[in-house]
């Protein structure tokens, strides 16, 4: 990786983990980590606590490919057409290039750093809070559980939510959430005005997905072609082939 494109690379990396709202678990020496969280209600002004984008990140001989996917817009994205076209091929090689190219989710949810071992600083914060979709699948089991015994849980609300007790593990090199889990139905606070507080403390998440936080369909194809050394466009009969199978990326 030459100069420039390790700068690419972090400067990706810094615009989300660098921003200073945004709250990051530390692994200890032995490759754990815990932390409790607490998920907060939509901010004002907003309809949902959380938010969903999609993302691309990959090395081509070009250099690295790191920017938010289009899609998450409702937009043509050149990624995912590409990626589509690589895989209406048929071609085995180009299909496993797809795949380690399509779009990743991640969401993003306001939260209150309720114990922070590592990081202590950080406790009692009302921080931002990056996840995917192991996490995500936590939340949602809680709200809409599969058995009867299990009463539904909105994580987000301030008194009759729960705190989120985050566990991780290193298993085969890969972070694993599989311990972590709800505690019981509990008030943040019984003050009304600390619960106040903290309402008013939280960050917008619509600003993270606006129109501008994005590079524009012919920034993002001159990057891509940069990146992985392509040439030309898709052609139309593939483009129409496209349409016609739907987004790959959105399997």
Known sequence: MNKNELKEYK??????????RFWQLELDKSGNGYAVLRFLPAANGEESPWIQYW???FQGPGGWFMEKSLTTLGNKCPVSEYN????????EAQKDQARKQKRRPHYVANVLVVSDPTHPENEGKVMLYRFGKKIFEKIKDVMRPQFEDENPINPFDMLEGADFKL?????DGYWNYDKS???SVAPISEDDSVLETLYNKQHSLAELIAPDQFMSYD?????LDRVLGLS?????ATAESIADIGDFDGE
């Not at 030309?232 to 139309?236: A, I, L, P, R, Y």
Request: a negative charge; aromatic letters at 12%.
């Open 84 to 91: 589509n076209s690589l895989w209406i091929s048929g071609d």
């Open 55 to 57: 993302d691309h990140g």
């Open 181 to 183: 889990e709800f505690a």
């Open 232 to 236: 030309g466009d898709v052609s139309t």
């Open 219 to 223: 920034e993002m194809k001159v990057k």
């Open 11 to 20: 400067d990706y990396y810094r615009s989300i983990y660098g921003d200073e």
């Open 167 to 171: 566990k991780v593990r290193k298993v």
